[in-house]
């Protein structure tokens, strides 16, 4: 396979969660490499796939991936494709509160399609003051909460909530390694 040059990633909602949607890491890379993306990698089992591909369109890659995913896992795929610009801008926008206090659960919340992080805020309620903070990305939503009151929270009730479909989230950890991934690929 020829050296894509663009470096892209993608992560997969609602995949190896809750029991639902179980793909191994081998398959899930064999099935990108299979829609012709290149120096394909994964981390860990949640759905985050690092990949490079000639194409410039973040759309058109992420209706290929899927449709591919769909046609080859029997599930509705939906995933959020970042180019390496896009992510690490999107990085660059978080918030000196997030993933410092570690009595608080700090989670990105990655949003779908043409979704805006303005238009999801205004679904939800307010974050409660003293327990939760959030910061805008331009595609992300960073947003902490205090662990010891984490039940009172507005992100615990996301979940429930009608937009939660159109989103994934990863923690701290994983959306700082995803960057550094980049790097490697």
Same mark, same amino acid.
């Given at each position: 396979?020829?050296? &894509?040059?663009?470096?892209?990633?993608?992560?997969? =909602?609602?995949?190896?969660?809750?029991? &639902?949607?179980?793909?191994?890491?081998?398959?899930? =890379?064999?099935?990108?490499?299979? *829609?012709? *993306?290149?120096?394909? =990698?994964?981390?860990?089992?949640?759905?985050?796939?690092?990949?490079?591909?000639?194409? %410039?369109?973040?759309?058109?890659?992420?209706?290929? @991936?899927?449709?591919?995913?769909? &046609?080859?896992?029997?599930? #509705?795929?939906?995933?959020?494709?970042?180019?390496?610009?896009?992510?690490?801008?999107? @990085?660059?926008?978080?918030?000196?509160?997030?993933?410092? !206090?570690?009595?608080?659960?700090?989670?990105?919340?990655?949003?779908?399609?043409?979704? $805006?992080?303005?238009?999801? +805020?205004?679904?939800? #309620?307010?974050? @409660?003051?003293?327990?939760?903070?959030?910061?805008?990305?331009?595609?992300? @939503?960073?947003?902490?909460?205090? $662990?010891?009151?984490?039940? &009172? %929270?507005?992100? +615990?009730?996301?979940?429930?909530? #009608?937009?939660?479909?159109?989103?994934?989230? =990863?923690?701290?950890?994983?959306?700082?390694?995803?960057?550094?991934?980049? !790097?490697?690929?």
């Amino acid at each position: 396979m020829t050296n &894509k040059s663009n470096k892209y990633l993608a992560l997969l =909602r609602g995949i190896n969660v809750g029991g &639902k949607n179980i793909i191994a890491k081998d398959d899930l =890379r064999e099935c990108f490499e299979n *829609l012709g *993306l290149g120096a394909v =990698r994964t981390y860990i089992q949640s759905g985050n796939v690092l990949f490079r591909s000639e194409s %410039t369109s973040v759309a058109k890659l992420t209706t290929k @991936i899927e449709t591919g995913l769909s &046609k080859e896992f029997s599930y #509705p795929a939906q995933a959020v494709v970042f180019s390496f610009r896009q992510y690490k801008s999107d @990085i660059q926008a978080i918030p000196e509160h997030w993933g410092v !206090d570690a009595n608080q659960k700090h989670n990105a919340l990655f949003l779908l399609g043409n979704l $805006k992080p303005a238009e999801v +805020m205004a679904e939800l #309620p307010p974050p @409660i003051a003293n327990l939760e903070n959030v910061g805008l990305g331009r595609r992300t @939503i960073f947003w902490s909460a205090t $662990k010891k009151n984490l039940g &009172k %929270t507005t992100i +615990m009730k996301l979940a429930s909530l #009608p937009v939660y479909k159109r989103m994934t989230v =990863r923690n701290h950890n994983t959306t700082l390694k995803l960057l550094a991934l980049f !790097d490697e690929l």
